[in-house]
T-cell receptor, first 114, second 114 residues
Framework: EPEVTQTPSHQVTQMGQEVILRCVPI?????FYWYRQILGQKVEFLVS????????KSEIFDDQFSVERPDGSNFTLKIRSTKLEDSAMYFC????????????FGSGTRLTVV | AQSVTQPDIHITVSEGASLELRCNYS??????LFWYVQSPGQGLQLLLK??????LVQGIKGFEAEFKRSQSSFNLRKPSVHWSDAAEYFC????????????FGRGTSLIVHP
C-alpha cells in the first residue's frame, strides 16, 4: 500500500536554529498538508498546499514557518528560528483529490527543541 | 468554526470485550466525520468516514461508527476488541460548507488487558 514517508523520525535542535522536516507524499496525490501534535494535546492543522502554493493555513502557521515542494516528490516544512514551544510531533499528509476523501498520513517527525 | 470533543482521555477494556469511543462535534451544518487510529510509532490511519447517507458506517479492522445528528455524536464501536487494537484514536470533523480541512479531537488512548 502506498505510504507517505517522513524524515527524520526524530530531530533534536537548539533553540534559534532552523530545521527542515521532509516528506515524500504518495506519488499521484495532489494535496499536501502539515499537522502538528504537541505532547498530550490535539492534532492541529498547520497548512495545506496545492498546485505549488499554500491553499489554506492556520493561525499557528506564522512567518517562522514555510513550506516548499522543491522537486516533484518532496514536500518540506521549514521552521526558521525554532522555539521551545515548537517541540511537537509533525505529521505530513497527502490526499488524491478533494480533501474530504480522507488523508494518508506519514508516521511523523518528533521535533525536540532544547 | 467546527470543533470536536473526545471526552475520554483513556479507555481500558479487556480483550474480547466490546468497545465504544465517544466523539461529539460542534458544527452548524452537515459535517464530514472521520475516525483515525495511531499505533505506536506509526502515522494516522483512516478507519472510516461519514459524508452522507447511511448513518451507520463500516470501517476497516471491524470498526463501525454511527452518526447521530440529534446528539451531535459520531461514536466508534467494535464488538470484540483484540490486543492489537491498543492505540490512540482520533475523531475529526470537516466542515461541508467551507473549509474541508478536518479539525481533530484530543484523542483517546485505548488500553487492552489480556
Amino acid at each position: 500500500e502506498p505510504e507517505v514517508t517522513q524524515t527524520p523520525s526524530h530531530q533534536v535542535t537548539q533553540m534559534g536554529q532552523e530545521v527542515i522536516l521532509r516528506c515524500v507524499p504518495i506519488s499521484n496525490h495532489l494535496y499536501f498538508y502539515w499537522y502538528r501534535q504537541i505532547l498530550g494535546q490535539k492534532v492541529e492543522f498547520l497548512v495545506s498546499f496545492y498546485n505549488n502554493e499554500i491553499s489554506e493555513k492556520s493561525e499557528i502557521f506564522d512567518d517562522q514557518f514555510s513550506v516548499e515542494r522543491p522537486d516533484g516528490s518532496n514536500f518540506t516544512l521549514k521552521i526558521r528560528s525554532t522555539k521551545l514551544e515548537d517541540s511537537a510531533m509533525y505529521f505530513c499528509a497527502s490526499s488524491e483529490s478533494w480533501p474530504n476523501y480522507g488523508y494518508t498520513f506519514g508516521s511523523g517527525t518528533r521535533l525536540t527543541v532544547v | 468554526a467546527q470543533s470536536v470533543t473526545q471526552p475520554d482521555i483513556h479507555i481500558t477494556v479487556s480483550e474480547g470485550a466490546s468497545l465504544e469511543l465517544r466523539c461529539n462535534y460542534s458544527y452548524g451544518a452537515t459535517p464530514y466525520l472521520f475516525w483515525y487510529v495511531q499505533s505506536p510509532g506509526q502515522g494516522l490511519q483512516l478507519l472510516l468516514k461519514y459524508f452522507s447517507g447511511d448513518t451507520l458506517v463500516q470501517g476497516i479492522k471491524g470498526f463501525e461508527a454511527e452518526f447521530k445528528r440529534s446528539q451531535s455524536s459520531f461514536n466508534l464501536r467494535k464488538p470484540s476488541v483484540h490486543w492489537s487494537d491498543a492505540a490512540e484514536y482520533f475523531c475529526a470533523v470537516g466542515a461541508s460548507g467551507g473549509s474541508y480541512i478536518p479539525t481533530f479531537g484530543r484523542g483517546t488512548s485505548l488500553i487492552v488487558h489480556p
